[in-house]
């Protein structure tokens, strides 16, 4: 089936520091990828919705400058979080939506865990 | 998008078949049920999807009822690795526009042995 790799599983870093998540669909071509939050007990936040070769889309509450994405290929989005805090440490997961016209689900990378000290 | 209600949680004895309800009492004649699952510390699984009929596939089948406005996962001989949190969401087609998956809540299905 589909899949989503998403890389690292999890990092550790200084507060002040920028980190960057990668997504990658291994064996279809993603036009669209969703980057999704968690925190503890809770349900997975929408962040953002990105089209490959255009700006990304953010959900209300979501700092654009401070969540950059890119999604420069049709198997690559990237996420950066830059100048970290605590407050931004969670469970970041991407997501891949296929290019191919009718209905298809949405497939779910693994997470990274994200740990600002 | 239209809203899905389901228990907060729920217990399967392993083995015996797990039946996890979901209300979307609003749902749109162009919505799809969607089923996912995630299990601690990991990304959502994709279970299974349907719009009016039943579905199954190897891990699922979905039962839609006839007015569409609840459905049913049922994992047939539940195991200990099927402990989970399970979204029952519904979404128009995908394809073509942009989507994307709201998730509640969902059901904590624990299996015991």
């Known amino acids: 089936g589909a899949v989503v790799s998403q890389h690292p599983s999890w990092v550790i870093c200084k507060s002040g520091t920028s980190v960057k998540i990668e997504c990658r669909s291994l064996?279809?071509?993603?036009?669209?990828m969703f980057w999704y939050r968690q925190f503890p007990k809770q349900s997975l936040m929408l962040m953002a919705t990105s089209n490959e070769g255009s700006k990304a889309t953010y959900e209300q509450g979501v700092e654009k400058d401070k969540f950059l994405i890119n999604h420069a290929s049709l198997t690559l989005s990237t996420l950066t979080v830059t100048s970290a805090h605590p407050e931004d440490s969670s469970f970041y997961i991407c997501?891949?939506?296929?290019?191919?016209?009718?209905?298809?689900?949405?497939?779910f990378g693994d997470g990274t865990r994200l740990s600002i000290l | 998008d239209a809203k899905t209600t389901q228990p907060t949680s729920m217990d399967c004895a392993e083995g015996r078949a797990a039946n996890l309800p979901c209300n979307h009492s609003t749902i749109s004649g162009n919505e799809y049920v969607y089923w996912y699952r995630q299990i601690h510390s990991q990304g959502p699984q994709y279970i299974i999807h349907?719009?009016?009929n039943n579905e199954t596939n190897e891990m699922a089948s979905l039962i839609i009822t006839e007015d569409r406005k609840s459905s049913t996962l049922i994992l047939p001989h539940a195991t200990l690795r099927d402990t989970a949190v399970y979204y029952c969401?519904?979404?128009?087609?995908?394809?073509?526009?942009?989507?994307?998956?709201?998730f509640g809540k969902g059901t904590k299905l624990s299996v015991k042995p």
């Open positions: 997501s891949a939506r296929g290019n191919r016209v009718g209905n298809q689900p949405q497939h």
């Open positions: 064996d279809f071509q993603a036009t669209t």
């Open positions: 969401i519904v979404r128009v087609e995908f394809g073509g526009s942009q989507g994307n998956l709201i």
């Open positions: 349907g719009l009016k």
